[in-house]
């Protein structure tokens, strides 16, 4: 009797202990995401900022900015990669 009991008490511990792993699980990999994606948005803020102050102290002259612009562009499209290869690798479970 005795034993019985503590046997399904152990089942019930390790369903409840299963499920609580999925949920840490599902919270680590939406941090991660998240953090990931800040990250890459950070990143394009800073080179755009840059840009973008460069532009308005020499907006008569358009050749120093070329070179800033070109590199934002490039770092853009690499950061958008880049969230994009993350949110595929590490998707959200849909509850």
Request: hydrophobic share 50%; charged share 25%; no cysteine.
């Amino acid at each position: 009797m005795v034993i019985k009991k503590i046997r399904k008490n152990s089942q019930e511990l390790k369903i409840k202990t299963k499920q609580s792993m999925k949920k840490f699980k599902h919270e680590i990999t939406r941090s991660l995401n998240t953090a990931i994606v800040a990250a890459f948005g950070f990143l394009i803020a800073l080179v755009w900022r840059d840009v973008i102050t460069e532009y308005v102290d020499v907006i008569s002259s358009a050749s120093p900015v070329k070179g800033s612009f070109i590199s934002a562009i490039i770092i853009t499209i690499i950061s958008v990669l880049g969230i994009l290869i993350i949110t595929k690798f590490l998707p959200l479970e849909r509850k």
